[in-house]
């Protein structure tokens, strides 16, 4: 499922929901984007070996999306969605906002 014209939380996985900024890492085209996955499986360590990616945000280059917000912007756009559509399901999503570093 992607950020697209239908409603991705009329459909929402049972199970474990984690939404977070993604990263690419590299120090020279600093990609990012916000994205909501269904944990499907963890591996002993706590990390996912199978997961899937339920909505997207935007896909932002050159730093705009990390150091001037718009991925950002965009995970918080779509939590005060479904803060306000879908409060159950908001609720059941792992935001990094809430989460302990």
């Known amino acids: 499922m992607s950020n ?3 409603d991705w939380a009329l459909a929402a996985p049972l199970g ?3 939404a977070y ?3 690419c890492g590299d120090g020279y085209c600093n990609c ?3 994205q909501i996955v269904h944990v499907i499986e963890r591996n002993q360590y706590g990390g996912w070996l199978e997961s899937a990616v339920v909505w997207r945000g935007q896909f932002h280059t050159d730093s705009e999306g990390y150091l001037d917000g718009g991925s950002w912007t965009d995970l918080n756009r ?3 969605r479904l803060r ?3 409060h ?3 609720q059941r ?3 990094p906002w809430d989460r302990k570093q």
Do not use: G, P
Request: glycine share 0%.
């Open 32 to 34: 990012t984007e916000a």
């Open 88 to 90: 159950d399901l908001y």
């Open 84 to 86: 306000r559509h879908h």
């Open 16 to 18: 474990e929901i984690i």
């Open 4 to 6: 697209n014209a239908e």
């Open 21 to 23: 900024v993604w990263d």
């Open 93 to 95: 999503i792992s935001w």
């Open 78 to 80: 779509e939590a005060k």
